[in-house]
């Protein structure tokens, strides 16, 4: 396994159904990140994750709840979503401090919200 | 509040060709500006990046330019190909703390053969 694996790629779900987003980065990377990508908006940061700690919630609704249990593995629970929720969620890793401050997404887990 | 704008939504230009895309901000001093690559339905992936006190950098067929004056970037791809063709992202970063990514919407390249 390379670089940062996503889960599932694509869901479907009903507005009362409680699901979750897996991201899995095998880079040794030590901040993980989630985005939401609509169509024709620029991507949107959600939560950043450092060490393990949430250091940014950008003001995101409560029906999303992220999880870091370990430096390696980020979730977002995801619960009585809305139709506008409807996109692509990214994760990504960086290796904060590192002169490049290089992202790496994964492919991405397309969610609609029926 | 901060801004960034990409030329136009959809850019079309002869194979062999030099693409050029623009990054414009406004409201932002980031400390570089990176370059990402989207293909459709996949995540974006990182070109190059250059930083607030260089003003061009290169990657074979790619060359950034950066005016904090202007605050303006410029991608270029030379001798385009059809294999080009994809969503490229600009990014202001700025380093205080965690890492802050600004993405800009995209502009949509077709390298047409």
């Known amino acids: 396994e390379t670089g940062v694996t996503q889960t599932p790629r694509h869901l479907v779900m009903g507005m009362t159904n409680k699901k979750s987003l897996k991201c899995e980065q095998h880079?040794?990377?030590?901040?993980m990140y989630w985005y939401k990508q609509s169509a024709k908006k620029p991507l949107e940061l959600m939560f950043v994750?450092?060490?393990?700690?949430?250091?940014e919630n950008n003001s995101v609704p409560s029906r999303f709840s992220p999880e870091c249990p370990n430096s390696s593995h980020l979730f977002l629970h995801l619960h009585t979503l809305q139709p506008e929720d409807s996109a692509l969620y990214l994760c990504?890793?960086?290796?904060?401090?590192?002169?490049?401050?290089?992202?790496?997404f994964g492919e991405g887990s397309r969610l609609t919200v029926l | 509040s901060q801004k960034i704008e990409q030329n136009s939504e959809a850019l079309n230009i002869q194979e062999g060709k030099t693409a050029t895309l623009t990054c414009n901000y406004t409201?932002?001093?980031?400390?570089?500006l990176q370059w990402y690559r989207q293909d459709p339905g996949r995540g974006p992936v990182f070109l190059l990046l250059?930083?607030?006190?260089?003003k061009e950098k290169r990657k074979e067929r790619l060359k950034v330019t950066f005016d904090t004056t202007l605050k303006q970037s410029l991608f270029h791809i030379t001798a385009s190909q059809p294999a080009d063709s994809a969503t490229y992202l600009c990014?202001?970063?700025?380093?205080?703390?965690?890492?802050?990514?600004?993405f800009g919407t995209g502009t949509r390249l077709k390298v047409l053969a």
């Open positions: 990014a202001l970063v700025s380093t205080s703390g965690t890492y802050k990514y600004i």
């Open positions: 880079l040794g990377h030590n901040a």
């Open positions: 409201n932002y001093s980031p400390a570089y």
């Open positions: 250059i930083r607030e006190n260089e």
């Open positions: 994750y450092s060490l393990e700690e949430r250091v």
């Open positions: 990504a890793s960086s290796q904060v401090n590192l002169n490049t401050g290089e992202l790496f």
